[in-house]
């Protein structure tokens, strides 16, 4: 994966691929080609339900991580393990998130034009990812970047209305994703971790917070008293 994604997203995506081994699966059932799996995931303490369709080579999570990050989430990945997938094919690989997006020039990419709505989308996603994490940093620069994206929203939708741009011309976002996969490059799949053992009776003991060992002391103190 470090040959294709950008050195932050492979750093977010190592950890998905590590938390796949905290996370165990059951079957839910099928309609069809398309199979539902309950996935419980012990280290956030969550229970997600996963979708798998065999005629598209498609999983997909109720946390949403691949729509809104574009990378799979640890609960996909380990229902990929379960059924016998252990290599990340191109197809879940977003271009935005990969290698090739780095290279754009921002000044001679728009000076040229940008007349494809998808070209606009991706530069701008890339962009906005940027800020955001320049942004969270402090409290003061959050504020600097919401003010003018506030400002810029406020502008885009004024332009926007003087040109009568139609909301029917608007891609939505599942449009914005197929044409991606069908833009990045067909290439050798990209190998996952070893298969883990899956566990499908009991579950890991919580751990017990020194808070609640401390409260149970001292009611065991006031007993005693």
Not at 18 to 37: H, P, R, V, Y
Not at 50 to 74: P, S
Not at 117 to 135: G, V
Request: positive net charge; glycine residues 6%.
């Amino acid at each position: 994966m470090s040959t294709r994604y950008t050195h932050e997203v492979l750093k977010k995506f190592q950890v998905e691929v590590l938390g796949a081994s905290g996370c165990f699966f059951l079957s839910e059932g099928d309609i069809g080609l398309t199979k539902d799996f309950k996935v419980q995931d012990f280290e956030k303490n969550v229970s997600l339900m996963v979708t798998w369709d065999e005629k598209e080579q498609d999983a997909r999570c109720l946390c949403r991580m691949y729509e809104y990050y574009g990378f799979l989430c640890r609960h996909a990945i380990c229902v990929l393990q379960s059924i016998g997938i252990f290599n990340i094919s191109s197809y879940f690989i977003l271009k935005r998130w990969t290698k090739d997006v780095r290279g754009l020039d921002s000044v001679s990419y728009i000076s040229n034009g940008v007349e494809s709505k998808k070209q606009r989308f991706d530069e701008l996603f890339y962009q906005a990812t940027k800020l955001s994490e320049e942004a969270l940093l402090s409290h003061e620069s959050f504020t600097i970047a919401y003010h003018a994206l506030q400002e810029a929203l406020e502008k885009c939708a004024t332009v926007n209305y003087s040109l009568n741009v139609s909301k029917e011309s608007k891609f939505g976002l599942q449009e914005f994703q197929d044409k991606e996969h069908a833009d990045v490059n067909l290439s050798p799949n990209i190998s996952l971790l070893d298969p883990q053992i899956s566990i499908t009776k009991g579950a890991p003991k919580r751990m017990k917070s020194g808070i609640k060992k401390s409260n149970r002391k001292k009611i065991q103190k006031l007993k005693k008293g």
